[in-house]
């Protein structure tokens, strides 16, 4: 059963850091693309950046509002990925899911259930 | 940035009837279109992709058309489970980006 678990949120103060995991089971890791996505309380879903596979580089790529701060990391040998969230800010409050890019198309099949994060003094 | 506008905001409709849902792109994103489920508390899940691919076990009451710049999703005839919140997800163009949502309530 493909199973993805997002770990780390919390709350923190405006300005600090936090990093989430995402461990997954069920399907072999090292093979997927893998997105983190937010939302907001009560509001829609943001893309917040992608980790590609090792064979196309590992690289990153990030949405504007984060470019800077965040960092998607992987670890394949214990199939977890990881944003590093840096500077954080208020409006960075949300619930913050991690997805599967199954052959990377851009599309997402499989979420964790997704950790709270809440920035505030 | 690609925006995608979805129409209605809200779609009040009894369990049987039939849910036609829109999202429109400000340029083409060709076939690039999914869609998500999303019930309160819960993950997205994704319904359809490449604007009318349905995704595994997805039932085949739900579908989707078109191209370009205007795209539909419908829901053939309505179940209990089937109230949520609708999204779609363009993946033509970085940066990924998602419509507000159009949530289908029980009227």
């Known amino acids: 059963e493909v199973q993805l678990v997002e770990s780390g949120g919390g709350l923190v103060q405006p300005g600090r850091s936090l990093r989430l995991s995402c461990t997954v089971s069920g399907f072999t890791f090292g093979d997927y693309a893998m997105s983190w996505f937010r939302q907001a309380p009560g509001k829609g879903l943001e893309w917040v950046g992608l980790?590609?596979?090792?064979?196309?580089?590992?690289?990153?790529e990030y949405a504007e509002s984060v470019k800077g701060r965040f960092t998607i990391s992987r670890d394949d040998s214990k199939s977890i990925a990881y944003l590093q969230m840096n500077s954080l800010k208020t409006e960075d409050t949300a619930v913050y899911y991690c997805s599967r890019d199954p052959d990377s198309s851009g599309y997402f099949d499989y979420w964790g259930q997704g950790t709270l994060v809440t920035v505030s003094s | 940035e690609i925006v995608l506008t979805q129409s209605p905001a809200t779609l009040s409709l009894s369990p049987g009837e039939r849910a036609t849902l829109s999202c429109r792109a400000s340029q083409s994103v060709y076939r690039y279109l999914a869609w998500y489920q999303q019930r309160p508390g819960q993950a997205p899940r994704l319904l359809i992709y490449d604007a009318f691919n349905r995704a595994t076990g997805i039932p085949a009451r739900f579908s989707g058309s078109g191209s370009g710049t205007d795209f539909t999703l419908t829901i053939s005839s309505l179940e209990p489970e089937d109230f949520a919140v609708y999204y779609c997800q363009q993946r033509s163009n970085r940066p990924l980006t998602f419509g507000g949502g159009t949530k289908v309530e029980i009227k």
């Open positions: 980790i590609r596979i090792k064979t196309y580089g590992g690289t990153t």
